[in-house]
């Protein structure tokens, strides 16, 4: 018989992987090893979600390791940035290349047809190891060779081809401005790996965001036809059913807290990956809240975390003389729950924004 697992049993297994039922005392390195990494097309997110999980953690340590090329930025899972670590740089950029072919046809087939892509590659290469570039000064460079060409589709096929790092001051906290690309392989002085294989994938997702269904996974990673792959590591996994009878694989030994365990307050980033990497979202939030993160502009806004559920959003806007952090919430909260949140929040202020006024403010429930 298999085991049903409800939906507060899959948010708490979730919270545990993901770090979220309490900060640990490991490294950056551990951290994003564990959750496969964080998504970042802003610099600031990601640190915002190791404070969340690292007790200690300080933005210069996270700098201080991008500028060391010990983790580096560029575009993985769904096509989009994350930051992970140099090892995982090597291992899972080449398993996510079908995602970021699929994107580039779908997107500039028409701009690139009669074009050879191999050609583009090695001209962007070529000039992208040479000096790191913005993507819109390598189209312009790529279009004296391959003149009539639309300058960014030539740039996007550089970034499909080749595994493409953003370099520092891309990725500090505080800093802004266009990412500079090279590529991993010259930015680490190593190769890609070729040893890999979709189980690795898939069992390194389990790890970080199980129990989970097939359709999680690829909606984690992009990647179709993960099917086959669950087959075949069915004898090694612990298999499951959710509350709607849907079939969940888990490692055997994953940790899978019962559902009274306690989750306290927690500020998760913008972009979290944890409410984007299910194809069923229920476990961290309730389908009538939904809408409200997940917007048409394809944003996803800071979320806080009450009983390990997603309950409202946030944002921090600071300046050099003060700092401010609006909360807020799906619905009314309770006094005790205003006060744990506004406990965070200092927290969060005092990590965001150091030495100077703090204020935190409740907004208009949704």
Known sequence: MIDLLSTRALNRATLERQLLLSRAGLSIAQVLTRVVGMQAQNPNPPYY???????????????????????????????TIHLVTADDCLLLRPLLQPVHERGMLAAYGK??????????????????????????VL????????????????????????????????????FSGQAA??????????????DAGLDELFLRYLAGFGPASVRDVQAWSGLTRLGEVATRLRPKLRVFRDEAGVELF????????GEQTGAAVRFV???ENMLLSYADRTRIIAEEHRKKIFTVNGLVPG???????????????????????????????????????????ARLLQ???PGVPHDIAFGTPW
């Open 250 to 257: 888990d490692l055997p030994d994953s940790p899978r807290p």
């Open 181 to 194: 690309h090279t590529t991993a392989e010259s930015w680490l002085g190593r190769p890609l790996r070729t």
């Open 111 to 136: 701009q690139l047809d009669g074009l050879d892509p191999a050609q583009v590659n090695t001209a962007g290469r070529r000039l992208l190891e040479d000096q790191p570039m913005t993507f819109a």
């Open 303 to 345: 979320t806080f975390l009450l009983d390990g559920f997603a309950a409202g959003t946030w944002k921090v806007a600071a300046t050099r003389k003060a700092a401010s952090l609006t909360l807020r919430p799906f619905a009314k909260v309770t006094k005790k729950d205003a006060a744990a949140l506004e406990r965070e929040g």
């Open 269 to 271: 980033a913008e972009f």
């Open 139 to 174: 189209g312009e460079a790529l279009s004296r060779t391959f003149p009539g060409r639309d300058p960014h589709a030539l740039a996007m096929v550089v970034r499909t081809l080749s595994p493409l790092v953003q370099v520092p001051p891309r990725g500090l906290w505080g």
């Open 351 to 353: 990590f965001a924004a």
């Open 49 to 79: 979600g190791l404070w969340a999980r690292i007790e200690g953690f300080t933005a210069d340590q996270l700098a201080a390791q991008v500028t060391a090329r010990q983790v580096v930025r560029l575009s993985l899972m769904r096509g």
